[in-house]
């Protein structure tokens, strides 16, 4: 067992398909960033990353791309990840010089390939050693669910690339369910129906704040939710234009992504013992992630499953927390790796 020197800092990061986040092991969450990078698109040089980047998105001249390196919860562009990591973790330790023990967080869905990749790249990136945890793990103690009780706990973790379910019982996941349908799901459904309904073009930074502003999971509650004016160019004319949207039609435009994550929470439980299904039942499912803060979400999932359904604290942070609290067992995890 390796043997920790003094003033090494032991780091957990969330990194997720729309943000990453980065917990010190005694501080707390110390950064919170967009997962975009911006390149020179001719010469491959990092221009920016996080927040600087985000901005760029859907405004760079053709010399410059903003990406975002991480797709559906896994790695897509292996490089540009390798240079966002690194540089989040060196805005994080304030220390280029330091080389952390890491833990990351992954979806629960995962190939061994696409989390060797994870470790890879968390090596590469300054880790002196790098570990997983699994998302909805993480989530679940980011929430204070009591996972290592022998009582069985539901969470349902939606993010920006994957919405990741499972029942969680004696510090081990029981059944689960990882699905690549998730925000940005939400956000592509938003951009379509305006386009097909409108005739407006619209871009993924307002399809997000459409979402914010008024996003519901019920079409029928969406009737109380004003309009919305949104900027796009006229399909039609090829111009500027501003058009009103309602949020029956939002509603409407991600039904389907709704029922994804309402089968992903019904097959999870016809999963599960019948004893943690009554754990389920007494306790609740628990939802976290930017997903959670949907409106309604939580009283549609409540009503097609016939079970209580809670946002955690924090939601969005609660992944970071988690991974952060695993560090603790750190030592543990090196024995079984």
């Known amino acids: 067992m390796a043997v920790f020197k003094m003033g090494t800092k032991n780091i957990g990061i969330d990194l997720g398909t729309a943000n990453t986040l ?4 005694g501080e707390g969450i110390v950064l919170s960033e967009p997962s975009v990078v911006a390149k020179n698109s001719r010469t491959g040089e990092i221009i920016s990353v996080g927040s600087e980047a985000r901005d760029m998105i859907g405004r760079t001249p053709a010399s410059i791309t903003a990406i975002r390196p991480m797709k559906d919860g896994v790695i897509a562009d292996y ?15 304030g220390d280029t010089n330091a080389k952390p023990y890491v833990m990351v967080c992954v979806p629960s869905g995962v190939t ?5 990749a994870v470790i890879d790249a968390t090596r590469v990136a ?20 009591p996972v290592m009780d022998p009582t069985g706990s539901m969470v349902v973790d939606i993010g920006g690339g994957t919405t990741d379910v499972a029942t969680i019982s004696l510090g081990g996941i029981v059944s689960s369910r990882s699905i690549r349908t998730a925000g940005d799901r939400i956000n592509d459904a938003i951009i379509a129906y305006v386009r097909q309904h409108y005739n407006l073009l619209i871009g993924e930074r ?26 796009g160019r006229d399909l039609v004319t090829g111009l500027p234009k ?15 992504i709704v029922s994804d994550i309402i ?12 004893e943690i ?25 409540s009503d097609a499953t016939k079970v209580p359904v809670f946002i955690a604290q924090d939601p969005l942070d609660c992944v970071a927390i988690g991974t952060g609290e695993s560090l603790k067992n750190i030592d543990a995890m090196k024995k079984h790796k």
């Open 22 to 25: 980065v917990y010190i092991d």
């Open 79 to 93: 490089d540009t990840t390798v240079a966002m990591m690194q540089y989040f973790i060196e805005k994080a330790l």
């Open 112 to 116: 061994e390939v696409e989390k060797r």
């Open 126 to 145: 300054g880790a002196r050693d790098a570990y997983i945890i699994e998302e909805p793990f993480a989530a679940a103690i980011g929430a204070g669910l």
């Open 206 to 231: 307002t399809a997000e704040q459409v979402k914010i502003n008024i996003g519901s999971a019920s079409v029928a509650k969406a009737k109380d939710i004003k309009n919305m004016a949104i900027r």
């Open 242 to 256: 501003t058009v009103d949207v309602t949020a029956v039609d939002i509603a409407k435009s991600m039904e389907d």
């Open 263 to 274: 089968t992903a929470v019904k097959e999870t439980l016809e999963e599960t013992s019948p």
């Open 277 to 301: 299904a009554a754990d389920v039942i007494d306790h609740g499912i628990v939802l976290t992630g930017g997903g959670a803060l949907l409106r309604n979400l939580a009283e549609v999932i």
